[in-house]
């Protein structure tokens, strides 16, 4: 047993010293680079990484991470350096600089659609001219709402339509009181209204909107989404006041998007008053209308602040349906199908 211990602690001092001789050059290496350093020197690069070099080959875990770092690296600094080099360029050059290449992206790589408007088409005039929105661009009617919401509302929701009702002119809070909607309809006709909103919500939360504009139609059904309430917004101005929003509406440039965008309109009145410096935005990208409500300040000449004031939400068109509400036997001019419409990422409808 003796022999055996003496035997195993021989082959201890031998593994001791194989490690002290490996360990010798890395400090000899370490040494030279420091001496170099001293006599001004620079020590040597290190080696770039070969053209067929593949990370994802190595199969120590830690090792692949740490060459995966340092290539990420190389990458930042390469972009860098080209980005500097090209700047240089540009302040050289001056005026003569040529244009910088505008950046492909999902909104400027859209598809091309069919039925997008042109303002100067006499078809889309007449269209205009005859539609159920006429009269009120006619200066014939002035826009009244009615807001409701669904069933059994939780304070969210009915916070809400109060918001809401600050923020459309001469718009009236009711509460539903589980009256269906094909015997509202007929009572906001004979009260003179205009336009009907419905909120309607899901555990608690407001989910979706149908707007009716009366007495013909069409209906619009919305999904609606990241609601924020006034409380919920950092650094919102004060409430609003009661004077009429200017109204500004983006992006809508299709026949369909031209009637949702009619709708919108159609639920301000004509003369905003500017002295109150309130603007409500429908701003439509990628199919989606992100509702703002801001007040601006004239800060300079040149300069120009805004506070939002709230409430903001988003809307997705669902449907679109002629007449009145009517959800058994409506007609419908345009309904949302994912299957077959959200097959390119670059194709939008409004």
Same mark, same amino acid.
């Given at each position: ?22 360990? /010798? ?63 240089? /360029? %540009? ?24 039925? $997008? ?31 409701? $919401? ?85 650094? %919102? ?16 440039? $299709? ?6 965008? %009619? ?54 068109? %669902? ?13 419908? /001019? ?8 959200? $097959? ?7």
């Amino acid at each position: 047993m003796a022999k055996a211990g003496g035997k195993s602690g021989d082959g201890g001092k031998k593994s001791l010293k194989r490690k002290a001789a490996a360990q /010798e050059p890395q400090e000899a290496t370490v040494v030279a680079g420091d001496a170099a350093t001293e006599n001004g020197v620079p020590p040597p690069k290190a080696a770039a990484f070969p053209p067929g070099f593949s990370i994802s080959e190595i199969k120590n875990k830690q090792r692949r991470h740490l060459m995966f770092t340092r290539w990420k690296q190389q990458q930042r600094k390469e972009k860098l350096a080209a980005k500097k080099k090209l700047k240089k /360029e %540009r302040d050289a050059l001056g005026d003569k600089a040529p244009p910088k290449p505008v950046p492909k992206t999902i909104d400027n790589q859209r598809v091309y659609d069919e039925t $997008t408007v042109d303002p100067n088409d006499e078809e889309v005039a007449y269209d205009e001219a005859t539609d159920e929105f006429s009269s009120y661009f006619n200066r014939q009617t002035s826009p009244k709402i009615l807001i409701t $919401t669904s069933d059994r509302p939780h304070g969210r929701t009915v916070r809400l339509c109060e918001q809401l009702s600050t923020v459309i002119p001469d718009s009236h809070v009711y509460y539903r009181r589980g009256l269906a909607l094909k015997k509202i309809i007929p009572q906001c006709i004979s009260r003179d209204f205009t336009d009907l909103i419905v909120i309607n919500e899901d555990r608690k939360i407001p989910n979706g909107l149908i707007l009716c504009h009366l007495p013909n139609g069409p209906t619009a059904h919305f999904k609606m989404s990241s609601v924020r309430l006034r409380k919920e917004i950092k650094r %919102r101005g004060k409430d609003p006041t009661e004077h009429v929003p200017e109204i500004i509406l983006n992006n809508f440039t $299709t026949r369909l998007g031209h009637s949702i965008g %009619r709708m919108f309109a159609s639920l301000f009145p004509h003369n905003p008053q500017f002295i109150g410096r309130q603007v409500a935005t429908f701003h439509n990208q990628r199919d989606y209308i992100f509702f703002r409500f801001h007040r601006y300040i004239f800060k300079s000449e040149k300069k120009v602040g805004i506070q939002e004031l709230g409430p903001r939400f988003t809307l997705k068109l %669902r449907s679109l349906q002629k007449g009145t509400f009517d959800s058994k036997y409506g007609e419908y /001019e345009w309904v949302h199908k994912p299957r077959e419409m959200d $097959t390119s990422r670059r194709k939008f409808h409004l």
